[in-house]
């Protein structure tokens, strides 16, 4: 890995299915699942859309603090409210830009263009994080959109796992039209129906020569 790849990644953690943690200068969760110990330290928690794997109170009261943030869809605001009480919440849309601490998010839209999983008309979201490091985008469960297309971001984190989102194949041909600076696989091989652990290495063999790609 390149010292480029290295400043990229860093205070980058994959968690399982679609979940990262980000440290930089707050500690921001996206996504949060599949988490082995109780931290307590979310500044804030970014939730793409309300399925279980996404949205896991279980996981998200190993990471909530008193003053955390949630940023997530108009969906999700009173299923949080109900879950965790008067919590600090920011709704969010497609095309809305916010500031949170020293880092900036743009929202897009998540959907899905051939399965009924993720309709557009849901308002359900991807995120990209503009940190002093670099932008990472974490586009959510979707498939290739044209705003997934014309997203602007030195990091992609893209699902390839298929049934519910893009899949190897589609993800490979997407990434090799972007041509970001780093892409990272996830949301597959973790649940049962969404890709299988192996698919990483496959989805990192279709990429072009010059695409830099990264299991984490």
Do not use: C
């Not at 990644?9 to 200068?25: C, E, I, N, T, W």
């Not at 008309?121 to 940190?131: A, K, P």
């Not at 780093?182 to 496959?202: I, S």
Request: proline share 6%.
């Amino acid at each position: 890995m390149g010292s480029d790849q290295q400043h990229l990644l860093r205070g980058v953690k994959k968690l399982s299915q679609a979940g990262v943690r980000f440290d930089k200068g707050a500690v921001l969760y996206v996504d949060p699942f599949g988490l082995l110990s109780e931290a307590g330290d979310a500044t804030y928690i970014l939730l793409t859309h309300a399925h279980h794997d996404h949205y896991s109170p279980a996981d998200i009261r190993k990471v909530v603090k008193a003053d955390t943030v949630f940023v997530v869809p108009p969906d999700l605001a009173g299923q949080i409210r109900e879950e965790f009480g008067e919590v600090k919440i920011k709704e969010v849309a497609p095309g809305d830009i916010l500031s949170l601490g020293r880092n900036g998010v743009e929202v897009l839209p998540a959907y899905n263009l051939d399965k009924p999983f993720h309709p557009r008309e849901n308002n359900w979201v991807g995120y990209i994080l503009r940190t002093d490091d670099g932008s990472y985008y974490l586009p959510g469960d979707t498939d290739v959109t044209p705003e997934f297309l014309q997203a602007d971001a030195d990091v992609f984190f893209v699902p390839i796992g298929g049934t519910y989102t893009m899949d190897v194949e589609q993800a490979a041909a997407a990434i090799n039209q972007i041509r970001p600076k780093l892409v990272v696989p996830f949301h597959y091989g973790d649940l049962e129906g969404v890709g299988r652990r192996e698919d990483g290495e496959r989805f990192l063999s279709l990429l072009d020569e010059g695409i830099a790609g990264i299991i984490l």
